[in-house]
């Protein structure tokens, strides 16, 4: 294992090799979702500067992404010394040995560069793949190119954003990001390859503090997802259901999608998530969504809606293993017994969403896991027991859009993202229509 050349001005003192070692004591118990043990950590930690917070932060989720082969050239160490010297050569394996300040290293420079110079030729397969045994197994039996899609979600994710095309276009985004302003320098912007409102941002600035945020111009949010709300290309005016809206992100592109028109009910089983979405709801512009928390699929709200719906998305509850490259720790938290667990829940979403669809109407199953447990095989077996709805093929939804996904004829006819192909989050989807009297 190489270690990296330093970036330019990187110095890692002590205070963050520390700080690093009592997240990492935290993170890899895996009692929570990392994002908000992280925000614990720093919260309780206010020696830390903003740059140092960011770079413990990043080592952290380094730490997460490479954890199999982290534990592998560890296997030897001291326990009492174990958090200390992960933090060390995390940050060394980011940053290279060099811009560890000597005090930091505490005479444990032989142990870090010995741990540098390991080699995983000879690790197991799962390691190499920095993955648990269970999840290399079911990806290779699914994907000839299992190497390729794991390796690349083992790397750090790009930050996209959706523009709000009710307030701005792309453009004019395009341009703002890449000139200077008195918040920040110009930045390196693209227009993604295949949504037509998405750009993306190789780093992570502090967007929130942007004008262009504030004033709802823009949102963030994975080209991928953006893509799934494309799928169900809904119609100024129609009904439209939002089954599982959590915060909102798919939700919102609706909104604009319809230009405001119609309706939206957006539903989801926690208040405290779809709570999320007032603030963004605010900035958007929208007048037509309706937020609302339910029960479960068969709450009164939902049942009045039978029959009635032109549109429903089922953005299902899933294992994740689509968004490894930003929750790292999702690999190490869930297990198989989880997968099969969740295939239940989607099952019954699927089931008591479909009631809502008018016939002729559509919905779009989607899910943010790259397993076809929780994909393919879930909605063949929702046909199989529902012959009233028929499976239609995504592609030619979207190239009335003029969008044209990459391999999609691999994967017709279903939406199948994956970031080793096309370099956003892992996603799928399944166009399901009521069939006609």
């Known amino acids: 294992m190489n270690a990296p050349a330093p970036l330019p001005g990187t110095r890692v003192t002590s205070q963050v090799v520390d700080s690093l070692a009592a997240l990492l004591a935290q ?22 500067g903003s740059r140092d917070r960011s770079l413990v932060a990043e080592a952290a989720f380094d730490a997460l992404r490479r954890l ?77 190119d299992a190497r390729e899609l794991l390796a690349a979600l083992a790397q750090p994710a790009p930050l996209d954003l959706r523009v709000n095309t009710l307030k701005t276009d792309r453009s004019a985004v395009l341009a703002e990001l890449r000139s200077a302003t008195r918040l920040h320098a ?73 230009r405001s028109t119609g309706r939206i009910y957006a539903f989801d089983t926690h208040a405290r998530r779809l709570a999320g979405l007032g603030p963004r709801l605010a900035r958007s512009g929208l007048s037509n969504v309706y937020p609302a928390a339910i029960a479960n699929e068969n709450d009164p709200r939902v049942k009045r809606l039978a029959g009635k719906i032109d549109r429903v998305l089922v953005d299902a509850p899933c294992s994740g293993t689509g968004t490894l490259r930003r929750n790292p720790d999702l690999k190490w938290r869930i297990d198989e017994g989880e ?13 008591g969403a479909a009631r809502l669809l008018k016939p002729g109407a559509r919905l779009v199953y989607s899910t943010c896991s ?52 096309h370099g956003c989050d892992g996603f799928f989807a399944a166009v399901l229509e009521r069939k006609s009297p």
């Open 27 to 48: 993170l890899l118990r895996f009692a929570a979702p990392a994002d908000a043990v992280m925000s614990r950590h720093f919260r309780a930690d206010r020696q830390l």
């Open 339 to 351: 997968v099969a667990r969740l295939q239940g829940v989607q099952l019954a979403l699927l089931k």
């Open 370 to 421: 790259v397993l076809a447990q929780e994909n393919q095989t879930l909605v063949q077996r929702f046909i199989d027991e529902q012959p009233q709805f028929a499976l239609l093929d995504a592609a030619p939804i979207l190239a009335v859009q003029d969008i044209v996904v990459d391999s999609a004829e691999r994967f017709a006819p279903w939406l199948v993202l994956l970031p080793h192909l």
């Open 186 to 258: 110009p930045l390196q912007a693209d227009a993604t390859r295949f949504g037509p409102d998405a750009i993306r941002l190789p780093e992570k600035p502090a967007l929130t503090r942007w004008p262009l945020y504030q004033d709802g111009l823009v949102e963030v949010q994975d080209e991928g997802s953006q893509l799934v709300a494309r799928l169900l290309a809904p119609r100024r005016g129609q009904m439209v259901v939002d089954f599982c809206a959590g915060a909102g992100g798919k939700t919102l592109a609706l909104g604009a999608l319809m």
């Open 68 to 144: 199999a082969s982290l534990r592998w050239i560890m296997q030897t160490a001291d326990p009492l010394r174990a958090p200390h010297l992960a933090a060390l050569i995390v940050l060394a394996r980011q940053h290279g040995i060099q811009a560890l300040a000597p005090r930091a290293l505490r005479g444990n420079q032989r142990a870090v560069q010995g741990a540098l110079q390991i080699s995983l030729r000879h690790a197991p397969i799962h390691v190499q793949a920095e993955v648990p045994p269970w999840l290399l197994r079911m990806v290779s039996e699914q994907y000839a």
